[in-house]
């Protein structure tokens, strides 16, 4: 299993890169997560269509699934024969052009910085990994 993430940033904060990593590292018994920095989400979106893979744009939004929501889904991506999943940071005005993506996701409702919206990307897909092998997230 794969996991992509596709930022339009160059770069993002050094504390988040950092928080991103550590998730990076949790989240390799499950998958890999690969970051794509300086990203044109839309041109992404179309050239990641021919993959055998899901593409899910992440926009901020009212409707945040919760963390078994989310697990379910990745429970869902795998029964149906995915291999990867390509996440696409958008913004609200993102969110109103949908063409090129298959899903959409809101993380928070807030709009945060893309380093802060890796950050919780990636540590959502930990807890949904823990969530589907029954692991104990919280110590």
Do not use: W
Request: hydrophobic fraction near 40%; aromatic fraction near 12%.
């Amino acid at each position: 299993m794969t996991i992509h993430l596709y930022l339009t940033q160059k770069k993002i904060e050094p504390d988040y890169e950092r928080a991103v990593k550590e998730y990076q590292k949790r989240l390799q018994r499950f998958a890999a997560l690969t970051l794509h920095y300086g990203t044109d989400i839309k041109k992404a979106a179309l050239s990641a269509q021919d993959k055998k893979g899901i593409r899910i744009l992440i926009t901020p939004g009212k409707k945040t699934p919760a963390s078994t929501e989310l697990a379910e889904k990745f429970s869902r991506f795998f029964v149906d024969g995915y291999s990867s999943l390509h996440f696409f940071l958008g913004s609200k005005e993102d969110a109103k052009d949908l063409n090129g993506f298959d899903e959409q996701l809101s993380l928070t409702g807030f709009s945060v910085s893309a380093g802060l919206t890796a950050v919780l990307a990636a540590e959502q897909f930990y807890r949904a990994f823990c969530i589907l092998n029954h692991i104990t997230y919280h110590k």
